[in-house]
């Protein structure tokens, strides 16, 4: 167990709905980052929250935005919905100074868009 | 072209076996190198940094050629639990991984 926790595990949507999903990061840990990981392909990087800002974003459009708290729980808001953003979205928690190696992974939202 | 390219495979082999899996990444700015096993659209884990002068974790050997742009890992003695995806991935900046699109493994008794 990471104890990075994500909800909901499963989630059906219909193309052109917002889906918001959820992720407690690591006690202590302060940044989380999104992966989106369509099927037969590796994770891919959404974006990074340090401190409640974004820090880093991959090659995603503005439809995926995101959120961190205060307390460094995030959420990942997809507006918009199309089929292709069916996938299995990863979020993972870090802390700060530490190396890429004490990345933390959640089991993951899966996300199927109808 | 893909920042960090890997053969999907499948790679279908034997128990006992040894199996070698290859990837090559783009950016030369890479600072840090890892394998992760993935099981069945569960979340990646870790399983070993790479360093160009090489590391071994029991039976998997990792090795990465900075010149070449080039990571490998080596699985001896292959068991049926190594059946899994197995992915290549690149850190450019902290908490930033770029990941393959990951080797299919099955090892079959």
């Known amino acids: 167990e990471t104890g990075v926790t994500q909800s909901p595990t499963h989630l059906i949507k219909t193309r052109g709905q917002q889906v918001t999903l959820r992720c407690s990061s690591q006690?202590?840990?302060?940044?989380v980052s999104w992966y989106q990981q369509a099927l037969g392909q590796g994770p891919q990087f959404i974006f990074q929250y340090y401190r409640e800002e974004e820090n880093g974003r991959g090659n995603f459009p503005p439809r995926f935005s995101g959120l961190q708290f205060p307390n460094y729980s995030s959420e990942l808001n997809v507006n918009a919905l199309e089929l292709d953003d069916s996938a299995l979205y990863l979020c993972a928690s870090s802390l700060e100074g530490a190396t890429n190696e004490k990345l933390f992974f959640g089991s993951g939202t899966q996300l199927s868009v109808l | 072209r893909k920042e960090v390219e890997q053969d999907p495979g499948p790679f279908n082999v034997p128990e006992g076996a040894t199996v070698a899996f290859n990837c090559t990444y783009s950016?030369?700015?890479?600072?840090?190198f890892f394998w992760y096993r993935q099981d069945c659209r569960k979340e990646p884990k870790l399983l070993m940094s790479?360093?160009?002068s090489g590391n071994e974790d029991g039976r998997f050997t990792a090795q990465l050629n900075r010149a070449s742009q080039y990571i490998s890992l080596l699985i001896r003695d292959s068991k049926l639990s190594d059946s899994a995806t197995y992915l290549c991935?690149?850190?450019?900046?902290?908490?930033?991984?770029?990941f393959g699109q990951g080797t299919i493994l099955t090892v079959h008794p």
């Open positions: 006690s202590g840990h302060n940044t």
């Open positions: 790479v360093y160009s």
């Open positions: 950016n030369s700015a890479s600072q840090s």
């Open positions: 991935v690149v850190g450019t900046s902290y908490g930033k991984l770029t």
